[in-house]
């Protein structure tokens, strides 16, 4: 009912992954990470494809720019800050904290009605500080928690029961399911529980990227807009300080991006170009090396990438190797933007 036809679901299969990144070590080859990329055209065309992008698989916390897309479709007001923590993976930080108490007070509800996991924080920094505190693993301090008090928020809104929200069949989860659809494009090939116990929608790489576009692309105002307008101006309220995914955001003007557990990266300019990446081991650190090697491919300037080229391998504590995307990957001679 909102944009183009749905296509058929995409394929389950046996993911046909590629080696995407190598791990260089004295100058040998140590280890090959596979996985899958594909970068957009501004057209929304197929500019570059490396492995399978046309499997489906989950996006993990990659899908929650749609989430809060369908949420604000659904007639949630919020803006800004907390608009940014509605689309997280957030830290635990205390301003994650704040945000997600601030959501769920004007739900008219509390931490007890959340449903997502009680988790330590994300941080390492953070969790650290939590454990020598002795404090518990809360609701509020798992990376999902804004996303759950949006969605009781949504329903509170809809007049729509707060018991029973994390159940696909809820109307919640229809209306989220539906919006999934719209922009990735295509029909849903799975459901199944994501990490927080919601539901998560399995689609294709290449819809992924579709779906990141359409927000990005979308005219000013709109659900979409306001979106990538919160995550863009509050990049760390959707991840954290010293998130990769925060400094990709700053490096690179306009960019909307976010990470997602599994090796799962997704990044999107306002002209429509955009990239998608999974990894197949899940590999952290191949993630975004591989990542920013997809943007330097879509036409986003290398120098701009320099500090994602990825961590370096130590020997004896000193750097005697990197992780190196492969040369399919390499950036085309062209004029960068």
Request: charged share 20%.
């Amino acid at each position: 009912m909102y944009g183009s036809p749905v296509a058929e679901a995409p394929v389950i299969r046996e993911p046909l992954h590629a080696p995407v990144a190598h791990l260089i070590r004295g100058g040998v080859i140590e280890g090959i990470h596979y996985g899958s990329v594909v970068v957009l055209g501004t057209d929304g065309t197929v500019e570059f494809q490396l492995g399978d992008i046309e499997a489906a698989f989950y996006p993990r916390s990659a899908l929650k720019p749609v989430q809060a897309v369908a949420m604000l479709r659904a007639g949630l007001p919020l803006d800004g800050e907390l608009l940014s923590l509605t689309a997280a993976s957030h830290s635990g930080e205390e301003r994650h904290l704040a945000g997600a108490r601030r959501i769920l007070e004007l739900a008219g509800a509390g931490e007890d009605d959340l449903r997502n996991v009680p988790d330590l924080p994300y941080d390492p920094v953070v969790r650290d500080a939590w454990v020598r505190e002795a404090r518990l693993p809360s609701r509020l301090a798992q990376n999902c928690s804004g996303k759950h008090a949006a969605m009781l928020y949504t329903c509170r809104l809809n007049g729509w029961p707060l018991d029973g929200y994390l159940d696909p069949a809820h109307p919640l989860q229809r209306a989220i399911a539906e919006i999934v659809e719209d922009l990735t494009g295509q029909a849903i090939a799975r459901v199944t529980v994501d990490g927080c116990g919601a539901p998560l929608f399995s689609v294709s790489l290449h819809g992924l990227a579709r779906a990141a576009a359409r927000i990005t692309t979308a005219p000013a105002g709109t659900p979409e807009a306001r979106v990538a307008d919160a995550m863009r101006e509050h990049a760390e309220m959707a991840s954290g300080s010293g998130r990769d995914v925060a400094a990709l955001m700053r490096a690179v003007p306009g960019l909307l991006a976010k990470d997602g557990f599994e090796g799962v990266e997704v990044a999107a300019l306002p002209d429509g170009r955009a990239v998608a990446v999974k990894i197949a081991d899940g590999a952290n650190r191949a993630r975004i090396p591989v990542a920013a090697a997809a943007l330097a491919r879509a036409g986003v300037a290398p120098a701009a990438l320099a500090e994602f080229a990825g961590e370096p391998l130590l020997g004896g504590a000193e750097p005697v190797g990197t992780i190196r995307p492969v040369r399919a990957l390499d950036p085309l001679p062209q004029t960068y933007a």
